[in-house]
């Protein structure tokens, strides 16, 4: 079993006061559902999870977990620098009733391959669920190593990872030499189509907030075995999921989801929102 094939890295809506704003998160959630998402992941970069408080993330969980009464699988990013913390956060999530895990890079501490590897094999030892890893070490400035990753796929709830490296030579690697129930899925957007080319499972997706069917359809083209068509789909959609990352993300994808008729509010400092020439260039891109 997996998560789908495309899942989506859920922004969190915020209303005027910067608070989340549940009833717009609600809207989200049905337009995702209706628009080719196949699971949701929640609390992540996207998500802004580094500006929320545990309380704000607890209610965030309940929330999406009773709006989607399982229809798709929803994982949780509890991922942080800090083990316990990391433990407390997988806990609350489990409690909440998500479907599973998704373990970030330990940050800004820079582990050694060694710690990574103790840091997820006790988080996973803490709970039941399935875990996602996330390799991104753009962000992290940490990266976990294919070999590390294969070693951890050997725990029993360490079942698949996202993968944002951008090295399609680990992603290889750890295909082949992890058991087909391991699953990676891309980190990336435009790297989508590739990952999957050589094994990779799907996308958790940051565009198919706004391209959420087109992504399935080429997805699925690919599955089928229609590659010329997952190829055309794939050249037509790259410029708006690289577009969606000209200001630091997801700054661009709220103003893109405004654009659409969807305000889910701004983001939260240290990040701001776009300037007039970046909302220019966006609107060009996606209207």
Request: hydrophobic share 40%; net charge negative.
């Amino acid at each position: 079993m997996h998560f789908g094939h495309v899942l989506t890295a859920m922004i969190t809506p915020f209303d005027s006061d910067n608070q989340v704003d549940f009833p717009t998160m609600t809207v989200l959630i049905e337009h995702l559902l209706k628009n080719g998402t196949e699971g949701l992941v929640i609390t992540g970069t996207t998500g802004e999870s580094a500006t929320l408080s545990q309380t704000e993330m607890e209610k965030i969980y309940r929330h999406v977990v009773a709006v989607v009464n399982k229809r798709v699988p929803v994982l949780a990013g509890t991922g942080t620098n800090n083990t316990n913390y990391t433990i407390n956060l997988t806990k609350i999530a489990a409690d909440s009733g998500v479907d599973g895990i998704m373990l970030v890079a330990p940050y800004y501490n820079r582990p050694n391959q060694a710690g990574l590897y103790e840091h997820f094999k006790i988080v996973a030892e803490s709970t039941n669920l399935p875990i996602m890893l996330y390799n991104i070490p753009g962000r992290c400035s940490v990266h976990i190593e294919a070999d590390t990753i294969i070693k951890l796929s050997e725990l029993e709830n360490i079942v698949a990872v996202k993968e944002a490296s951008g090295n399609l030579e680990q992603v290889s690697q750890i295909i082949t030499e992890t058991n087909d129930d391991f699953h990676v899925y891309s980190g990336d957007d435009s790297m989508t189509l590739p990952i999957m080319a050589v094994g990779g499972t799907g996308i958790v997706s940051v565009a198919s907030h706004i391209i959420g069917n087109e992504m399935k359809e080429m997805v699925h083209a690919f599955l089928l075995g229609e590659t010329k068509k997952a190829a055309r789909i794939h050249r037509e959609l790259l410029p708006v999921m690289k577009g969606l990352f000209m200001a630091p993300s997801p700054a661009p994808l709220k103003e893109a989801l405004k654009l659409k008729g969807l305000d889910v509010g701004s983001v939260r400092l240290p990040l701001v929102g776009l300037s007039e020439e970046e909302k220019s260039n966006l609107k060009t891109l996606i209207m």
